[in-house]
């Protein structure tokens, strides 16, 4: 029993041994010198007969074209591996390399059949010549033939070869993508946990500075003190309401938030919005539109987070727009299928300073259309849009047409 399992052991070793042999470049040497050589030797011994029936020249043909074939395919697959040993997919210009190598090598194959291909038509032209009493031309068929048909091995080969080297490309690009992708993801997610400390750190002795500059407004002071402590705490206000929305973007853009989804209706909470904000509206010189849906506008989503929406799509309209001018919100009931519907909110408005900007750009964090910043705002209320209605499930959308500004989200019904 025990010299059955050590006779096993060695089977399994020498069977290792020589698989490793096999699938070794190398190896392919020995069976393409040996196809090369049988095939040289069939192919001179068909070239001097001129005799042969044609059931013999056939088999013959056949053999020639088996040693050849294989004698090609263990020659060229080690020169092609010889040759671009060094060729690795590790830049981006490898792709324009490997079609330019394709295209040559296809060429000089082309060429070099052409060539074949002409000495064997040549040698068929001459048995036509002067053995066309006696010869049998199937000799100058199988010449003919045989270029052809290694011709078409050549090619499988040069393609097989290149599109290795190509998988092997897509495959190394795939995992530098893949760690590109994991890397800005980290660094993502690192800017979103700093951004959310620091707002959190600031959060509490800012509160505190407001509450102070509250209570020194009921103290007893100058009227320079008075009108000092005044702006101190519009802008302690100020600072705190920036600070809140950065803390909100930052935890709602790592998903840590808990949703609260519930049946509501667009119409009523534009109408809403517009009437908590009458005051604004009033003092901000513009015109307001209401132009709603007569359809049933309700769909499902979170109540807070939909008013803060529409909410900062109305104060971006107010702040950035034309004075004097109208600003539109409308409502509507889009098909998206026939079986599904999409609950449509756009606000229109024309813009009051150059808009040098992209759709993208415009939905980013800190980023401000008036690149003067002459008018009031932190660049977050756009970005607080994008996250928060990704974050419910709808769509946000940005158009720019000359000095108009259109928001639109859209959320399914």
């Known amino acids: 029993m025990d010299t059955k399992w050590k006779n096993t052991d060695v089977k399994k070793k020498s069977g290792i041994w020589i698989r490793k042999i096999i699938n070794r470049k190398e190896f392919r040497l020995l069976p393409g010198a040996g196809g090369c050589i049988l095939g040289i030797f069939l192919l001179m011994d068909l070239y001097y007969s001129h005799y042969l029936t044609t059931k013999y020249a056939l088999t013959r043909g056949f053999f020639l074209n088996l040693s050849l074939g294989i004698g090609l395919w263990g020659s060229i697959g080690f020169l092609l591996y010889f040759q671009n040993r060094a060729w690795q997919p590790v830049y981006e210009e490898f792709y324009q390399e490997w079609k330019e190598k394709l295209r040559k090598q296809q060429i000089y194959l082309c060429v070099l059949a052409a060539m074949l291909l002409g000495a064997a038509v040549k040698y068929f032209d001459y048995m036509c010549q002067y053995y066309w009493r006696f010869a049998n031309y199937s000799t100058g068929y199988v010449m003919v033939g045989t270029v052809i048909v290694q011709w078409i091995v050549c090619e499988i080969m040069i393609l097989s070869f290149m599109k290795q080297k190509l998988d092997n490309y897509m495959e190394a690009m795939g995992q530098i993508n893949q760690k590109n992708l994991e890397a800005a993801l980290r660094s993502e997610q690192m800017k979103v946990d700093l951004i959310s400390n620091v707002s959190h750190d600031l959060k509490t002795p800012l509160t505190s500075m407001v509450g102070y500059l509250e209570l020194m407004k009921k103290e007893e002071l100058t009227d320079v003190l008075s009108d000092y402590t005044e702006v101190l705490s519009r802008k302690a206000q100020k600072l705190k309401e920036m600070i809140d929305s950065l803390f909100d973007l930052a935890k709602t853009s790592s998903g840590n938030v808990e949703l609260k989804m519930e049946p509501m209706e667009m119409n009523r909470l534009i109408e809403q919005v517009q009437a908590d904000m009458e005051d604004r509206i009033r003092d901000s010189h513009r015109e307001l539109v209401l132009i709603l849906s ?37 409502t509507a009931v889009r098909a998206e299928t026939d079986l599904s519907k999409k609950v449509r909110f756009e606000i229109t408005n024309t813009a009051g300073y150059p808009m040098e900007f992209t759709n993208d750009q415009i939905v980013e964090r800190f980023v401000r259309g008036d690149e003067s910043r002459t008018t009031d705002g932190n660049g977050l209320g756009l970005a607080i849009v994008n996250t928060y209605t990704a974050a419910l499930g709808g769509n946000f959308e940005v158009n720019i047409d000359c000095d108009q500004f259109k928001a639109i989200v859209e959320f399914l019904k």
């Open 294 to 330: 007569k359809e049933d506008t309700s769909f499902i989503a979170d109540s807070s987070y939909m008013y803060r929406i529409c909410q900062n799509l109305l104060e971006n309209a107010l702040k950035y727009s034309m004075e004097n001018t109208r600003v539109f919100l409308k």
